[in-house]
């Protein structure tokens, strides 16, 4: 690696996790860092049971996530990890495709979003495949395991 930098997206999800996970050990042992990346927006799309209020309370949530995330990482890994964490608002793509500009990889999960998110905004995976100026490993979900469906929940706050 030239630029001893990973970037990954996390998104809350278990696949954002495990894409943290991979990053973070195929980070060890070397001398490469890991940019771990949430990217956030005021786009009233996501309907999760807690939504938030205002654009300032949707970047505190997501920083949270992406905090508790990260910790859980170093936890199981260790402190050595060099792991930066930033949130940054914009399209999660987009987003990715800048921070991994001069980067060694981009890692991301297969899914994350609800069924409804991809449908209306499309696949950050495969947007991030065919744009990213680096090489993209997308960690698949585990074999048998189900995708979560989040689309109850939007259903349930379009009520």
Known sequence: MKNHLIVVGVDGSDSG?????????????????VQAVLAW????????????????EEHRQATAVLERQVQAVIAEHGSHLPIA??????????????????ADLLVLGSHGHSRLRHSVLGSVSEACIRRATCPVVVIPTHLGESVPDREPAVRAAQR
């Open 85 to 102: 964490a930033e949130t940054v608002e914009g399209r999660p793509a987009d987003v990715l495709i800048a921070m991994a500009r001069g």
């Open 17 to 33: 996790r495990r894409a943290l996970e991979w990053a973070a050990r195929e980070a060890a042992g070397r001398d490469t860092a």
């Open 41 to 56: 927006s005021w786009d009233g799309v996501e309907a999760d049971v807690l939504t938030a209020t205002s654009p300032e």
